[in-house]
C-alpha cells in the first residue's frame, strides 16, 4: 500500500509537470506523448500487465482491459486529423483508477485486520507437564488428560479444567469484550484467551483439532466459500456485462462514422464518445463494493464477538421476523441454583444446613446445588444412617435427628404436611422427625441479558419470539413470562422440538426468515433445521457450533439483535452502493452517448464513484450498533 501511494504521488506530480511543458512549450504531438507517457508508465504499468495476462489466459473483459483500451485510445486520438490530444485525460483516467485501487486496499485491509484478530488466537506452543517437568511443545502433540502449565501473559492452547491456581483470562479475541474473566479451580477455560494473571495447572478435554481456538480459525477461514446471492450475481453479472460494453463501444466508435458523410471527419468525434463510454462503463464499483460490503460486516461482527460464518448468512439473517430459543443454556444459565428458601419451625440457615448434609454424597445436580448454597460441611455435624429411597429422596440422621429431604411422596409417606409453593423451580422438601419445617426451590437462573435481548430484538422489528423447552411445563410458562417471549412449548423432547420447529416454519410469515438460538448437542438438528441457526459459542457444545451458521462467542442473548442489526446494516449498505453506481454510470453513459459527457466526467462516474462507495462499505466495521 505504501509503494503504491508514493506511485501516486509521484505520478501525479510528473504528471502536472507534463501539464506545465505542454502549456509553456511548444511541442509537436509525438513529443508531449513522451512526455506524458512517464506518468502514465509510472501509474499503469501494473494495469497494463494485468490486462495482457487477462488476454494470455483468455479472460480478455476486465476492468483492467476496459481501463488499458480506454486510456491508450486517448493518447493516441490525439494523432487523427482534426483532433485534440487527450493526454492529460489519459494519465489522470489511470492515475484515479489507482486512487481507488489505494481505497479498496485499505477498506479490505481494515476488514481482514477485524476478522485476522480472530487469527491471533491461535496458540505458538503449549507447556506440558511430563515427568514432573515442563516441556515445550506444540499443542497438536498434547494428549488429553495431560496437565498443561499456562503462565501470566500466555495464551491458552488448549480447551480445559483448572486443577491448580486462580487468574482473570483476557477474552477479548473470542468474545469482543473487554472485561477479564475470573477463573478459579474446577472452571473451564477455552483456548485462544489470554491468561492475565496468575498461573495456572490444566487439565486438557479436547485435543487440539478439537480446541475452540481450531474450530474458530477453521470457521473463520471458510467465511468466503459461503459467498451470498448479490456477491454471486455482481460477478456473474460482470462477466456478461463487460463483453458487452466493450462491442457497443467498438459499435459507437464505428457505426456512426460509417452512415456519415465524412468518416475520417467524424471518426475522432465518434471515437471519444467511445472511449469515454469505454471509461464510464467499467462495473469496478460495482464488482468491488458489494463483496466489500459483506466482507466489512462480517469483519465488524467478529469485533462484537459474533461469528458469521458467510455473506450468504448476513443475507438470511437480515430479513429474519421469528426468533426460536432453547431454554437451557441459552435463555438461562444452565446451572441448578437455590432460589428460594421458605421455612417453618427452624431458620432459613438451619433449613439450607440439614438439606445439604443429607445429601452430602449423593452426585444428582440437585445436591450439588445444595451443597453450593451451603458448602460449610465441616461444621463437626455427625451424619449417618444414609438412606437414598428410589423416586422420593434420601433419608439420613443429622445429629442423632432423622432428616428427610425429598419430593411430595417422601413427605407422603412420613405423614409430613407439606405446603405447596407458588415459585417456578424444583421443589425441595424437608422434614425433621416427621415433622414439616419448610422448602427450598431450586431453578435454572435466567441470565442477565436474556430480558435486555428479547426487548431489543422487538425493536428491531422481530414479529415473534418463541421458546422450546424440556422442562416442565409451570417452569417453561415462567421464563416465558418472565422475558415477555410471545410464545412456548415445554416438555419436549429433541424429536418434538424439530416438529414444532416445523410448525411455526409453516405459520410465519413466508417474506421473512426464522432463526433458532441453541446451545446444547440436542440442538443440533433444530439448529440444521432452522434457516439461520445461531449457537451459544462459549459454553455450548461442538455439534451445536458446528450445525450453526452464526456463533455468539460469549454466549450473551443480547448479541441476537447486535448481529440481526449488523446484518441490516450491511444489506442496507450493499444497496446503497449498487443503486449509486448504477444511477450514476446510466446518467453518465446516455451524456456520453449524445457526446456531452467529458473524460473527466467518465473519469468520476468510474473512479469517483468506486472511491465513494468503498467509504460507504468501509462504515460496515463499525463496532457498536445501539439502534435499541
Request: hydrophobic fraction near 45%; glycine fraction near 8%.
Amino acid at each position: 500500500m505504501n509503494k503504491k501511494l508514493v506511485r501516486i504521488v509521484v505520478s501525479a506530480t510528473l504528471l502536472i509537470g507534463a501539464v506545465i511543458v505542454e502549456k509553456t512549450a511548444n511541442l509537436p504531438v509525438w513529443q508531449l506523448l513522451i512526455v506524458y507517457i512517464v506518468p502514465y508508465l509510472l501509474i499503469g504499468y501494473d494495469i497494463v500487465e494485468e490486462a495482457l495476462e487477462g488476454l494470455t489466459k483468455g479472460n480478455v473483459f476486465n476492468e483492467d482491459f476496459l481501463m488499458v483500451i480506454a486510456t491508450l485510445g486517448a493518447l493516441c486520438i490525439g494523432f487523427l486529423p482534426g483532433s485534440a490530444t487527450e493526454f492529460p485525460e489519459a494519465v489522470f483516467v489511470m492515475l484515479f483508477f489507482q486512487v481507488g485501487e489505494l481505497f479498496e486496499d485499505i477498506a479490505e485491509g481494515r476488514s481482514r485486520k477485524s476478522i485476522s484478530d480472530l487469527m491471533n488466537i491461535r496458540p505458538d506452543s503449549a507447556n506440558v507437564l511430563r515427568d514432573d517437568a515442563i516441556s515445550v511443545v506444540s499443542p497438536e502433540t498434547v494428549a488429553v488428560g495431560e496437565i498443561i502449565v499456562i503462565k501470566p501473559g500466555e495464551k491458552v492452547p488448549l480447551d480445559g479444567i483448572v486443577m491448580e491456581g486462580t487468574s482473570n483470562l483476557d477474552t477479548v479475541a473470542l468474545t469482543g469484550e473487554s472485561l477479564p474473566r475470573e477463573v478459579n479451580v474446577e472452571d473451564t477455560v477455552i483456548s485462544g484467551c489470554v491468561n492475565i494473571s496468575g498461573l495456572l495447572k490444566v487439565k486438557v478435554t479436547k485435543n487440539f483439532g478439537q480446541s475452540t481456538a481450531s474450530k474458530i480459525i477453521n470457521l473463520v477461514e471458510n467465511t468466503s466459500v459461503n459467498k451470498s446471492k448479490s456477491e454471486t450475481f455482481i460477478t456473474k453479472f460482470a462477466r456478461v456485462y463487460t463483453p458487452i460494453v466493450v462491442f457497443v463501444a467498438i459499435a459507437l466508435a464505428i457505426l456512426p462514422p460509417l452512415f456519415s458523410y465524412d468518416f475520417m471527419e467524424t471518426f475522432p468525434i465518434w471515437l471519444n464518445r467511445a472511449l469515454t463510454f469505454l471509461v464510464v462503463s467499467c462495473p469496478c464499483a460495482l464488482v468491488i463494493s458489494v463483496p466489500l460490503t459483506f466482507f466489512g460486516g462480517i469483519g465488524g461482527a467478529s469485533k462484537n464477538g459474533i461469528l458469521i460464518k458467510g455473506g450468504n448468512y448476513m443475507e438470511t439473517l437480515a430479513k429474519i421476523g421469528t426468533v426460536v430459543f432453547d431454554k437451557t443454556g441459552t435463555l438461562t444459565k444452565g446451572k441448578f441454583e437455590v432460589s428460594t428458601i421458605h421455612s417453618s419451625q427452624i431458620n432459613e440457615n438451619q433449613l439450607l444446613h440439614l438439606a445439604a448434609h443429607v445429601e452430602r454424597f449423593s452426585t444428582h445436580p440437585i445436591a450439588i446445588s445444595l451443597r453450593n448454597a451451603y458448602p460449610n460441611e465441616n461444621d463437626d455435624c455427625k451424619i449417618e444412617d444414609i438412606e437414598e429411597i428410589l423416586g422420593h429422596g434420601i433419608r439420613a440422621k443429622v445429629n442423632g435427628e432423622i432428616v428427610c429431604v425429598g419430593n411430595t411422596k417422601m413427605m407422603d409417606s412420613i405423614g409430613a404436611r407439606w405446603k405447596p409453593c407458588e415459585k417456578s423451580g424444583t421443589i425441595i422438601h424437608v422434614a425433621v422427625n416427621g415433622l414439616y419445617v419448610g422448602h427450598i426451590v431450586i431453578s435454572d437462573k435466567i441470565k442477565e441479558d436474556s430480558k435486555d435481548a428479547i426487548a431489543a430484538l422487538k425493536a428491531e422489528g422481530i414479529e415473534k419470539t418463541v421458546m422450546l423447552t424440556g422442562d416442565r411445563k409451570e417452569v417453561g410458562e415462567a421464563v416465558a413470562k418472565e422475558l415477555c417471549l410471545d410464545e412456548y412449548h415445554a416438555e419436549l423432547l429433541p424429536v418434538d422440538k424439530v416438529k414444532y420447529l416445523e410448525r411455526i416454519i409453516k405459520e410465519k410469515n413466508r417474506k421473512t426468515n426464522l432463526a433458532f438460538v441453541g446451545d446444547g448437542i440436542n440442538d443440533a438438528p433444530v439448529l440444521a433445521r432452522a434457516d439461520v441457526g445461531i449457537a451459544m459459542g462459549g459454553l455450548g457444545s461442538d455439534a451445536a457450533i458446528e450445525a450453526a451458521d452464526v456463533v455468539l462467542m460469549d454466549d450473551n442473548p443480547f448479541k441476537i439483535a447486535v448481529a440481526i442489526n449488523i446484518a441490516r446494516r450491511t444489506i442496507l449498505i450493499a444497496r446503497q452502493n449498487v443503486i449509486f453506481a448504477i444511477f450514476v454510470k446510466v446518467l453518465v453513459l446516455v451524456l456520453a452517448g449524445f457526446g456531452i459527457a467529458t473524460m473527466w466526467m467518465a473519469v468520476f462516474a468510474d473512479v469517483g464513484v468506486t472511491a465513494l462507495v468503498i467509504l460507504n462499505a468501509m462504515r460496515t466495521l463499525k463496532k457498536q450498533y445501539t439502534s435499541w
